[in-house]
């Protein structure tokens, strides 16, 4: 079989392994289990859409990483992680949703295997990938091992992106900013939504500036009217309608690095108040981007965020940013740092986050938001998408 096409050079993908292997000597944990798809796709390479059954990557604190999923997935693995096939393991179907045996007892047997039933081993317990069931079936099998919470400790190793990193994410950015073009020139009153999702959909795969466009983590957001007073509604065959507000939550994605961005489109002449919010949310915008500058808290961005809001009378009661990267469905954030009180991590350059000042009103919607990178001096905006609502008559 032909070697993989890795996105990253070795020497990337050792510089992470090395990362986190300081990250569990700090912590005490001798092998990792990460189920993470983003995680196992950062440290390996590995990408496929195998993750609805169990699958993972163990590393210790020596030697390769060792690939282990399902049998039918392990020549996925072998097109796509940089590891010898000594360290890609499959196992047998009979295991796949079986009430009567579980993946995570042949786990157990590849990890004794490698003489770790003893170590303590850390297993990503807040994960959407990794059930109570495989948890509990991992205890029965493992008695003598010491079974440690390690959520998000790959994660946070993924903060500051490299130059690699921030070229795919640029390239995402260009992606979305079609995505918007596409949305500005098609929609009109009378055109069905599902059929301007159908645009969306095609100028995110198509590409823009020769590179290709993953798919998303996340399908588009596209609530209209009072259905817009929900962040989370996606969309039907309803025709778009004059008087409407229209928000769309979308992104661009290359390499599964995405860019998150949402415009609000208005069809008719908008009420004042939905003037009135997005002249607040652009002067809070400026306020907040102000202090994402490297030395300042997340919660330096929120305060002055929802700080200006809030003196301009309105309020947003939800965080108003996250950070970014590689991700794969049902969530394209990191699932790390946040804009919002509390949150006292430091930014430095190389972090990248999707800016989220959205309002929900009381009959619709307003989202205006940006991924933005943290520079050596500031925040920039990786898009260039025309700003505030767009009004089209």
Known sequence: MAAPHLPFD???????LAKTRTAMTRLGIEVLFITDPSNMAWLTGYDGWSFYVHQGVLLGLEGAPVWWGRAMDANGARRTVFMGHDDIVGYDDTYVQNPDKHPMSDLARLIAARGW???VIGVELDNYYFSAAAYLALVRALPDAGLRDTTGLVNWQRAVKSPREIDYMRRAAAIVENMHRVIRDRAEPG???????????H?????ADGHWGDYPAIVPMAPSGADATAPHL?????PLRAGDCTFFEIAGAYR????????TLFL???PQKYRDADSAVQEATAAALEQARPGQRCEDVAR?????????GFEKDSRCGYSIGLSYPPDWGERTMSFRAGDATVMEPGMTFHFMPALWLDDGGLETTEPILITETGAECLCSTPGGLFVKT
């Open 10 to 16: 070795r020497s990337e993908y050792d510089a992470r």
């Open 117 to 119: 039933d003893s170590a």
């Open 191 to 201: 055109l069905r939504k599902n059929e301007l999702i159908a645009d969306i959909y």
């Open 203 to 207: 100028a995110g795969i198509t590409g």
């Open 234 to 238: 996606t969309w039907d065959n309803s």
């Open 256 to 263: 599964r690095y995405h860019c998150p961005q949402s415009r």
């Open 268 to 270: 008719g002449t908008p």
């Open 304 to 312: 002055a965020f929802n700080t200006t809001l809030n003196r301009l």
